[in-house]
Structures are given as C-alpha cells and as structure tokens.
C-alpha cells in the first residue's frame, strides 16, 4: 500500500522559534495534501488542505501567516509553524491523496504523525 | 455546517461484539470511512462506504445510510488489541476540495 512519511516523529523547541514538519508520499504521487492537528483525547482537526504548486487553503480559525505550508512537490508538503507558542503543542499528522483508487474512491493515507512540544 | 456525532466511549468484553454509531450532516457527501487509531499513532483505515448498505470485511462490518445520514461500525469476535479510538470521517465538498472531516472518535475499551 502507500506510505506517507513524516520528519521529524517528536519535536521538543523553545517558545518564540519556528519548526519545519516535512510529509512525503514514498511510493506514489500526492496531488493534494492534508494537515490535521489532534489535541490529546481530540479528534483530528483539518488545518489546511493544499495542492502542488498552489496556496494552501485553510480552515477557519487557522492562521496562515502561523502555520506555513509549502506543497512544492507531488511528493512532499512541508508545514512550518512560527513563532511557537506552548499552546501548539499537539499531535500534527498529515495526509495524502492521489491517483489511487481503493474501492471506489481516491484514498487518503495518513503520516504516522509528528509530536510537537513547545517550552 | 458539518457536524458529525458519535459516542464519547464505550466498552465491551473480549469476544464479544460492538456497534459504534455515527450521525453525519455536511456540505456534500463523497464518502464515509472509519479508521482505528491507538494512543500516539496516526489513524490506520478500516472502512469505506459510499452507497448504501453493509460492507463486510472480516472482523469488522460497515453501514452506511444515506437518507438517515447513518453509519456504524460493527467489531465481531472482540481481542484486547482492538481497545482504540474508532474516528468516524465524511468526504464532503467544501471551499473547492473534497475534504475529509472526521468525528471526535469513541473511545472503545476491550475487558477480558
């Protein structure tokens, strides 16, 4: 199946710096790109959908100017989150749809996701 | 406005069998899957559903209803190891993207 890869896995910073999550798709091409963020016993909250070589759209309540993210690639996204604060801590996972069809429609495929702790 | 709705948690014996529900209203609809997520880990696949009716796939069983914006998940032959989060999720069309949007997930305990 395939296999989307996240860096780094955890990430401990200090508040007031930047962190890069990069999410590649291995072994196929990803037209679109998600990021999720789950908070602990949350659900997974849709952040930004982007496709290749185009701005990301974000959902309400996300700050673009916050939450950066890059989809130079149809292979790789890259989600920077500025000027972090204690409060985006969070689990932030990203996901990958292409040209593959499972049943009857494109599946998405998950990263195994990227711990974020801010200080 | 999207909201999908299912139970906070539940819990059941090993062996035995389980029926998650999920209420769905949203903006379009392409689509409803379920995944199980462990603590920590991101959400592995479980189910796809488009049309009505029951999909089958071992252990575990899907049903969607269109009309009643319905769907469950049904876990047979119940092991320890299914003790997970369960994360209902509808594609749905919205701001130009099929998106997919996922309910706060029950979290199902496996006692012996």
């Known amino acids: 199946g395939a296999v989307v890869s996240q860096h780094p896995s955890w990430v401990i910073c200090k508040s007031g710096t930047s962190v890069k999550i990069e999410c590649r798709s291995l072994?196929?091409?990803?037209?679109?790109m998600f990021w999720y963020r789950q908070f602990p016993k949350q659900s997974l909250m849709l952040m930004a959908t982007?496709?290749?070589?185009?701005?990301?759209?974000?959902e309400q309540g996300v700050e673009k100017d916050k939450f950066l993210i890059n989809h130079a690639s149809l292979t790789l996204s890259t989600l920077t989150v500025t000027s972090a604060h204690p409060e985006d801590s969070s689990f932030y996972i990203c996901?990958?749809?292409?040209?593959?069809?499972?049943?009857?429609?494109?599946?998405?495929?998950f990263g195994p996701g990227t711990r974020l702790t801010v200080t | 406005g999207q909201n999908i709705d299912q139970p906070t948690e539940m819990t059941a014996t090993e062996g035995a069998i389980v029926q998650i529900n999920c209420t769905y209203q949203?903006?379009?609809?392409?689509?409803l899957f379920w995944y199980q997520q462990h603590a920590g880990e991101a959400p592995t696949f479980l189910s796809y559903?488009?049309?009505?009716g029951l999909e089958e796939k071992g252990r575990f069983s899907s049903f969607l209803s269109r009309s009643k914006g319905y769907s469950y998940l049904l876990l047979k032959e119940l092991q320890m190891k299914d003790s997970a989060s369960y994360l209902c999720?509808?594609?749905?069309?919205?701001?130009?993207?099929?998106?997919?949007?996922f309910g706060a997930g029950t979290r199902l305990a496996v006692h012996p």
């Open positions: 982007s496709n290749e070589g185009s701005k990301a759209t974000y």
């Open positions: 996901s990958a749809r292409g040209a593959i069809l499972s049943g009857n429609s494109y599946e998405q495929y």
């Open positions: 072994d196929f091409q990803a037209t679109t």
């Open positions: 559903n488009v049309l009505d």
């Open positions: 999720a509808v594609r749905g069309f919205s701001g130009g993207y099929n998106k997919l949007i």
């Open positions: 949203t903006s379009g609809f392409n689509g």
